[in-house]
């Protein structure tokens, strides 16, 4: 099965900027997704088609990939930022659908 | 406003049943693909099962095969997953979404919170 990891952990100063990576074995051939989850509330798409943007999401929010390795970077970092974030990737290579998940990575914002 | 809101969650002894179900409301529920995903306490996300709009197709993660069952019903813009033989891995938060170009989920519901243990 397809398997995607990412960094358990990233910390960022206000104002600077975060990168979150989001690994996989070829994933650039594949549409990524990102998740924001903040504690107790459900996931929220800020990004999907690997850099698009919903409505309502701030631009501070960009992604992009390549190769093994999409990438979400959060620029100008605030406080609201800080939250668990998913990778999400539709894996065709099984007879049937299948949605996997990045591991997550919690952002915490110094 | 588009919405989902999950309910039916609970306490249940392994071995035992529950059934979920999600409203929809502000968009037309029968033209989306439905998915259930869960995240265990702690935990990451993990996609459960997923049914076409007509109902005619489903799937699901290898682990919840022959004990879970998606259903929906359009005509009450409703979603349902029937949870048999339970175990304690099974105890999870679990949320509805609603999958765009079946691709991605937006929106999820809040989540209903089902626990396994005797």
């Known amino acids: 099965s397809y398997v995607l990891t990412q960094p358990p952990s990233v910390s960022v100063a206000p104002g600077k900027t975060a990168r979150i990576t989001c690994g996989g074995n070829n994933i650039g051939s594949k549409s990524v997704h990102w998740y924001q989850q903040k504690p107790g509330q459900a996931p929220v798409l800020v990004i999907y088609?690997?850099?698009d943007r919903p409505s309502g999401i701030p631009e501070r929010f960009s992604g992009s990939n390549s190769g093994n390795t999409a990438t979400l970077t959060i620029s100008r970092v605030e406080a609201g930022d800080e939250a668990d974030y998913y990778c999400?990737?539709?894996?065709?290579?099984?007879?049937?659908?299948?949605?996997?998940f990045g591991t997550g990575t919690k952002v915490t914002v110094l | 406003e588009v919405q989902l809101v999950e309910s039916g969650g609970g306490l249940v002894q392994p071995g035992g049943s529950l059934r979920l179900s999600c409203a929809a409301s502000g968009f037309t529920f029968s033209s989306y693909w439905m998915s259930w995903v869960r995240q265990a306490p702690g935990k990451g996300l993990e996609w459960v099962a997923n049914i076409k709009q007509d109902g005619s197709e489903k799937y699901y993660v290898d682990s919840v095969k022959g004990r879970f069952t998606i259903s929906r019903d359009n005509a009450k813009n409703s979603l349902y997953l029937q949870m048999n033989s339970l175990r304690a891995e099974d105890t999870a938060v679990y949320y509805c979404?609603?999958?765009?170009?079946?691709?991605?989920?937006?929106?999820w519901g809040q989540g209903t919170l089902v626990t396994v243990s005797s």
């Open positions: 088609y690997d850099s």
């Open positions: 999400q990737v539709w894996d065709s290579s099984s007879d049937h659908p299948n949605y996997v």
């Open positions: 979404a609603r999958e765009e170009e079946t691709s991605w989920f937006d929106p």
